[in-house]
């Protein structure tokens, strides 16, 4: 498959200069390790930085996306649920099937700097959560049953898929969405039904299946 040239012509070491720029205050500000800066803001906005460096560098993407996340949502869960996010974008526009797309971090392509990858990981390895959802976690779960709310309530932390401002949960949760689904309107419709905050796990969602939909049409 053809691929399109960028449409962009900012050098990515150009933009990574100006993020360095930033006050070294705000960046230690947002990179505290709580739940205050765990939300899920900074993988809502996140598609346009892998599609911005393409599939030419997918580690240059995957360590953008972990710096646009710092912005705001600097912790360590934030940060590496943005470079998950990011390698399944570019996995996506290089044309990779469901099962292709969502296959562990340790399998991966060997062709052209996609081989660079199974290297990177085991240099910048994922936090302990992350890691279960680059494994799969959410192949084997489904949400809390929620006609029952005294299980709802008691549910514990990683039993069951939730929807909630959190990032690790609001990944596992989009991608649960995109793998037990088969078109974008059944997998919207599935996150939409996890949570009142189903707008910003839809958009999250939306940022996988998006991204597949586009490369098929091609």
């Given at each position: 498959m053809a691929r399109r040239?960028?449409?962009?012509?900012?050098?990515?070491?150009?933009?990574?200069?100006?993020?360095?720029e930033m006050p070294q205050a705000l960046m230690e500000i947002n990179s505290i390790d709580s739940l205050s800066f765990s939300g899920n803001g900074g993988i809502m906005?996140?598609?346009?930085v892998p599609l911005f460096?393409?599939?030419?560098?997918?580690?240059?993407?995957?360590?953008?996306?972990?710096?646009?996340?710092?912005?705001?949502?600097?912790?360590?869960?934030?940060?590496?649920?943005?470079?998950?996010?990011?390698?399944?974008?570019?996995?996506?526009?290089?044309?990779?099937?469901k099962e292709q797309l969502l296959a562990p971090v340790e399998i991966e392509s060997t062709e052209g700097r996609f081989a660079q990858l199974p290297e990177y990981w085991s240099r910048e390895c994922l936090c302990t959560e992350l890691k279960a959802i680059a494994d799969g976690s959410f192949k084997h779960k489904q949400p809390p049953p929620w006609d029952d709310p005294d299980v709802a309530a008691?549910?514990?932390?990683?039993?069951?898929i939730k929807g909630s401002g959190y990032s690790v949960e609001t990944l596992e949760a989009a991608l649960w969405a995109f793998y037990t689904t088969n078109s974008f309107e059944e997998g919207a419709?599935?996150?939409g039904s996890l949570t009142a905050r189903s707008l910003s796990l839809s958009r999250v969602a939306a940022n996988v299946a998006d991204d597949t939909v586009l490369m098929l049409m091609q």
């Amino acid at each position: 498959m053809a691929r399109r040239p960028p449409l962009h012509r900012v050098p990515l070491d150009r933009i990574a200069h100006q993020l360095s720029e930033m006050p070294q205050a705000l960046m230690e500000i947002n990179s505290i390790d709580s739940l205050s800066f765990s939300g899920n803001g900074g993988i809502m906005r996140l598609a346009s930085v892998p599609l911005f460096v393409g599939v030419s560098d997918p580690v240059g993407a995957i360590t953008l996306a972990a710096t646009s996340s710092r912005l705001t949502h600097g912790s360590v869960a934030a940060c590496d649920s943005a470079r998950l996010l990011a390698l399944y974008i570019l996995r996506a526009l290089r044309g990779a099937s469901k099962e292709q797309l969502l296959a562990p971090v340790e399998i991966e392509s060997t062709e052209g700097r996609f081989a660079q990858l199974p290297e990177y990981w085991s240099r910048e390895c994922l936090c302990t959560e992350l890691k279960a959802i680059a494994d799969g976690s959410f192949k084997h779960k489904q949400p809390p049953p929620w006609d029952d709310p005294d299980v709802a309530a008691t549910a514990e932390a990683g039993a069951y898929i939730k929807g909630s401002g959190y990032s690790v949960e609001t990944l596992e949760a989009a991608l649960w969405a995109f793998y037990t689904t088969n078109s974008f309107e059944e997998g919207a419709l599935a996150a939409g039904s996890l949570t009142a905050r189903s707008l910003s796990l839809s958009r999250v969602a939306a940022n996988v299946a998006d991204d597949t939909v586009l490369m098929l049409m091609q």
